[in-house]
């Protein structure tokens, strides 16, 4: 069982970047799969990439390669996606979410993020 | 990218009654299927995975069936704290994992 507490809300501008983090307590950091999502106002679940910290390597959706990094610091058992370049449609909620072969077994509370001049 | 497709997009169903939702995969997915559970400003809730094999806590009253292309998530007698939107996942072609776009369970 792990329990994942994202950080809080935040407003950004266009053209800048934004880092969310989801801290993991409860059980084995390293060896877990740690995925982030997000869900734009009133839109569906979108799968953006994932990590596992032992390996430090992330592997990203297509759409968001180069412009989001996923990154994990095992002495906090924490795990950080940053977005750059924001733009208005990156306005959304981003989960992070333990995974087990795959799915989302647990997920974080959600870190507003929204996009606005 | 392998494209999920959900039917209906929106469900009206009578407390009690059962739901019967629909999942299509674009290709095959083998029986790597999840579906998740998510109500208004809550994070997702895993219901299923394995297409079929209820998670820790998931009512005996959900279940899923189907492998391949077509899944179906079954409520057999819906309360009133099932009403919500269900997602489908695949996660046997990655990158990346896929959703479908949602099936809205709403209070006929």
């Known amino acids: 069982q792990v329990q994942l507490v994202q950080s809080g809300a935040e407003v950004k501008k266009p053209g800048s970047s934004v880092k969310v983090s989801c801290k993991a307590s409860?059980?084995?950091?390293?060896?877990?799969?740690f995925s982030w999502v997000r869900q734009a106002p009133g839109q569906g679940l979108e799968w953006m990439g994932r990590?596992?910290?032992?390996?430090?390597?992330?592997n990203y959706a297509q759409k968001f390669l180069g412009r989001v990094t996923i990154t994990a610091d095992e002495s906090t058992t924490t795990v950080y996606m940053e977005v750059s370049s924001l733009r208005s449609e990156d306005t959304a909620v981003y989960f992070c979410?333990?995974?087990?072969?795959?799915?989302?077994?647990?997920w974080g509370q959600g870190t507003l993020v929204t996009v606005s001049s | 990218e392998i494209v999920m497709t959900q039917s209906p997009a929106t469900l009206s169903v009578s407390p009690g009654e059962r739901a019967t939702l629909s999942c299509r995969a674009s290709?095959?997915?083998?029986?790597?299927l999840a579906w998740y559970q998510q109500k208004p400003g809550q994070a997702p809730r895993l219901l299923i995975y394995?297409?079929?094999t209820r998670a820790t806590g998931t009512p005996a009253r959900f279940s899923g069936s189907g492998s391949g292309t077509e899944f179906t998530l079954t409520i057999s007698s819906l309360q009133s704290e099932d009403f919500a939107v269900y997602y489908c996942?695949?996660?046997?072609?990655?990158?990346?994992?896929?959703f479908g776009q949602g099936t809205k369970v709403e209070i006929k």
């Open positions: 979410a333990r995974d087990v072969g795959g799915y989302s077994y647990e």
């Open positions: 409860g059980d084995t950091f390293s060896s877990h799969t």
């Open positions: 990590i596992i910290p032992i390996f430090a390597t992330a």
């Open positions: 290709q095959s997915v083998s029986s790597n």
């Open positions: 394995g297409a079929s």
């Open positions: 996942q695949q996660y046997n072609n990655w990158p990346p994992w896929t």
